[in-house]
């Protein structure tokens, strides 16, 4: 969501027009003694002159005044939030807002004990701030606190439900960075100002840094106008439940600390960086580079997310988890994870998956999972997701459902982004190190849309070309492909709005591809919405393309990868030789290709000894 | 004010609402069947629309969705099958249920006025919670169609906000999981049925599991009415040639009266 704004400390009524003109969300005076300490009555004539936009509050700012004194200025300068900024009790707070009528933050100063402070005023004040203090002045000295603490006051004030801004030393050169811990507010003042006075370039910056940050979903689950939660009303409960309990761990340390240690431990994180030179070399143009998340443990990105919801299931106290799965991958990842935290496990299979991935079907049962055969309609991924659902509908009370990629009702496209973003975290972070700089273009292939997505989301308020690449199976202008934004149209599948392969009727159809990972009538509602803003550029390639790519990592690199991995290098066959030798282009390698061995040998056999 | 509004249905008591699938066995007999049902007295009528992928129903209702799009069924046809009924002497106020994606594919608007033109009464999309419901709700409102809304146990604290927006009948889904026949239901409803019933300002109907004369006796004493699907579109599938075969299409017809009779007596 996007972070409420103030800008605070105007110091005349020209400061105020600027503010107003800014459109920042909060407007705020100070009435303590400072250096922009001003004229109550004086505001109130402002605000009558030049009135706020109806959106817009105006805080008053004071530090351990009195309640008649508070009351006063409230009335005389036309304030609808009361800042506490000083050493004000609960008792106090309590008095202040029962005497004006109006909302109450309290300030809390960034400390050992900064929580335990917020904890005390929960449920009697209306938000807060977080300021740093130094020996000399209350708040307001301009330096910035350290920032990796801010999760831990959002948690607590979203679990308060109120807003919590984030003060001190926010400047246009270091706000990009503050946005990334996805604080609630921010609080500005010396920020923008210049040489004292409050400066109209700097605010108009601040906005538009905090309006143009990528901000997906908002609290409906809505990615533009796609997304949401499209389910019968039995589920609606577990999913708000959910929720609340992502939401929960997305701010606990001990979560992240346990589930970064399980990716070290258990997965193999961080996997490798390679720079593929006979590749490049051999393409003739770009540089590339390959994220290899196929020396994930089981062989793939799926895991990734799966241990982190296995982790979420834990936590929520249910004991069984299900998952869909089309050509096994996720099953396979959610049987693993299952052994490993010691859950019980219900995959769900299309009987026709069933039948052409035998050897991934016998590998779930090993790990102790119980693979259940789905002949409903076509009998593959879809058919198997809908299964998954009613199951979960009917055994919601103890049963998690381990979703496998970035679609599915709201919060699962939002959740499983944020698990497989550690793939795109790691990646630059790697290439920082490397070359010190960002690729230029960034690709991975989509099916549902999960390792593009955690790929692609790290870097998407960066300057960097991304490219998704679907499969066109024998060709988009056939019948069979699984090229979803390519062909597709709007509609609900499976809880979300999306693009969808359909018939006239809004009856959904089977897709094709030669990838089993790929060949799903949707597509991750996010995914959707990046292609209608033009933020990332989607292709499709047909089958014979990646098959043609795959052998070319085959014998460049020594490297075998998934087919579904191969559609996304069948890209890069085509870009790299348009770039420059300077120009770097990364793949994400999702998977590695031997549970592929079969059907690449029945495909190019013929053509080998 | 549509059928559903009317004294006749929420005055009435001990409601039984049957559900059938347009289109199954063929858009002809599931119209005979749909006039048949209100020879056998019931109260109002659910149509289904076929459709793919269909998350809250479960195998028995599927398979007649099958059927139906086998046989040509699709939304289209549904809407036109009503507006024929209607021509035909369909009285019962009647209630369009259809999955979400085939009304976003023909475009709400034109579900709504089509709604109108045959003149449908009520429409339920099970997947289609309150939260994303605003705009067919306004365009409902406008034509005067009710939308029915699903009430779960699993609602909780939801249940006082949907039973306000009550519009038509409640759905109250008597067990979670899809529908389909079952032996026995959580002795927990009666209680959650009481408490929704004080806070909605129009009669609940039960439904999901209701298969036997005992159910229907069952859920009449605690809700305001019950709503049949699966048991009788069973019922219905087991049929499915005698239906299409006009020599043997009356008496088809005949025992699924009597089947719906037996039901209700």
């Not at chain 1, 811990?181 to 840094?209: C, F, H, Q, V």
């Not at chain 1, 991304?466 to 509609?491: M, N, P, Q």
């Amino acid at each position: 969501m996007k972070p409420l704004l103030k800008f605070c400390g105007m110091m005349n009524e020209k400061d105020y027009k600027k503010a107003v003109a800014s459109n920042t969300d909060l407007i705020g005076f100070i009435f303590a003694p400072s250096k922009r300490q001003v004229d109550p009555g004086e505001v109130g004539q402002w605000a009558t002159e030049t009135p706020a936009s109806p959106h817009q509050k105006l805080v008053g700012v004071f530090v351990n005044e009195t309640v008649e004194k508070i009351a006063r200025v409230v009335q005389d300068a036309k304030i609808d939030i009361v800042q506490c900024h000083g050493n004000e009790s609960v008792e106090e707070i309590r008095t202040v807002k029962s005497f004006t009528g109006v909302d109450v933050y309290k300030t809390i100063h960034h400390n050992d004990r900064a929580l335990e402070e917020m904890k005390k005023y929960s449920s009697v004040v209306d938000g807060y701030l977080i300021d740093t203090k130094t020996a000399n002045a209350w708040g307001g000295s301009g330096i910035a606190f350290d920032w990796e603490a801010i999760p831990s006051y959002t948690k607590e004030a979203a679990r308060q439900g109120v807003p919590c801004l984030i003060a001190g030393g926010v400047k246009l050169d270091n706000i990009q960075a503050l946005l990334k811990y996805n604080p609630l507010g921010i609080d500005l003042s010396s920020g923008i100002e210049t040489n004292g006075e409050k400066d109209e370039r700097k605010m108009s910056g601040m906005t538009k840094a905090v309006n143009e940050t990528y901000q997906q979903p908002d609290h409906l689950g809505r990615f533009g106008p796609f997304g949401g939660k499209y389910v019968p009303e039995t589920l609606m409960y577990a999913l708000e439940e959910l929720e609340k309990a992502y939401e929960e761990v997305k701010h606990d340390e001990n979560f992240s600390a346990e589930l970064l240690r399980e990716m070290k431990e258990y997965s193999g994180r961080p996997t490798a960086l390679t720079k593929a030179e006979r590749l490049s070399n051999h393409y003739g143009g770009a540089t590339i580079y390959l994220k290899r998340e196929d020396l994930n443990h089981t062989g793939a990105h799926k895991i990734n997310n799966a241990l982190a919801q296995g982790l979420l299931a834990i936590k929520m106290g249910k004991k069984q988890i299900i998952a869909e799965t089309g050509a096994g991958q996720h099953g396979v990842a959610s049987a693993t994870v299952a052994a490993r935290f010691g859950l019980s496990c219900k995959v769900f299979m299309g009987a026709e998956d069933m039948r052409r991935q035998e050897l991934n079907v016998f590998r779930m049962r090993l790990l102790g999972a119980e693979v259940i055969e789905v002949h409903s309609g076509g009998k593959t991924l879809k058919d198997a997701t809908n299964e998954a659902i009613r199951h979960w509908v009917a055994n919601v009370h103890d049963t998690f459902y381990l979703i496998g990629s970035v679609v599915g009702p709201h919060p699962y496209p939002m959740m499983v982004r944020d698990f497989q973003s550690v793939i795109g975290e790691e990646t630059k972070s790697q290439l920082a190190e490397r070359i010190g700089r960002l690729p230029d273009e960034v690709v991975a292939c989509v099916g549902g849309g999960s390792n593009a997505m955690g790929m692609f989301y790290p870097f998407i308020n960066d300057d960097v070309a991304l490219t998704g690449v679907e499969a066109a199976g024998k060709g988009t202008d056939t019948s069979e492909h699984a090229a979803t934004l390519t062909k597709g149209r709007k509609g609900v599948l499976h809880g979300s709005l999306s693009y969808l392969l359909q018939d006239e009727h809004g009856n959904i159809i089977e897709p094709y591809s030669i990838s089993a990972g790929l060949d799903y009538p949707g597509i991750g509602p996010e995914h959707a919405h990046l292609r209608d803003t033009g933020r990332v550029k989607y292709e499709a390639v047909t089958d014979s393309e990646a098959m043609a790519a795959l052998e070319d990592l085959c014998k460049l690199e020594g490297i075998l990868p998934a087919i579904e991995t191969a559609h996304a290098l069948a890209y890069v066959r085509k870009q790299a030789p348009k770039m420059n030798k300077d120009d770097v282009l990364l793949v994400c390698l999702s998977g590695r290709g031997d549970k592929d061995v079969h059907t690449i040998q029945e495909v190019l056999g013929g053509d080998k000894e | 004010m549509n059928r559903i509004k009317k004294s006749n249905f929420q005055d009435k008591k001990d409601r039984f609402v049957p559900y059938i699938m347009s289109g199954d066995p063929s858009y002809d007999a599931a119209i005979d069947i749909a006039l048949e049902l209100q020879n056998a007295g019931v109260d109002a009528l659910e149509w289904g629309v076929p459709f793919s992928d269909p998350l809250a129903d479960g195998p028995v209702i599927q398979a007649a969705g099958d059927r139906s799009r086998n046989a040509g069924g699709s939304l289209t046809s549904a809407l036109k099958g009503i507006k024929e009924a209607r021509t035909r002497g369909l009285e019962l106020p009647v209630v369009l249920f259809t999955y979400v994606n085939p009304v976003l594919s023909y475009g709400i608007e034109n579900v709504v006025s089509a709604m109108r033109e045959a003149d449908i009464d009520g429409i339920l999309i099970p997947d289609l919670p309150f939260e994303e419901s605003e705009e067919l709700r306004e365009l409902c409102g406008k034509e005067d169609i009710s939308v029915i809304s699903l009430i779960a146990p699993s609602s909780k604290h939801r249940m006082e906000k949907i039973s306000r927006l009550g519009d038509g009948f409640l759905y109250y889904v008597t067990s979670l999981g899809v529908t389909g026949t079952r032996q026995s239901f959580s002795d927990d409803l009666a209680a959650s049925i009481e408490t929704l019933k004080t806070t909605a300002t129009v009669p609940v109907l039960a439904g999901f599991g209701i298969s036997t004369r005992e159910h229907v006796q069952h859920f009449q004493s605690i809700a305001d009415g019950v709503i049949v699907g699966s048991a009788l579109v069973k019922f219905i599938g087991e049929r499915n040639l005698l239906l299409q075969e006009e020599e043997t299409k009356q008496k088809a017809l005949e025992e699924i009266k009597e089947f719906v009779q037996e039901l209700i007596s």
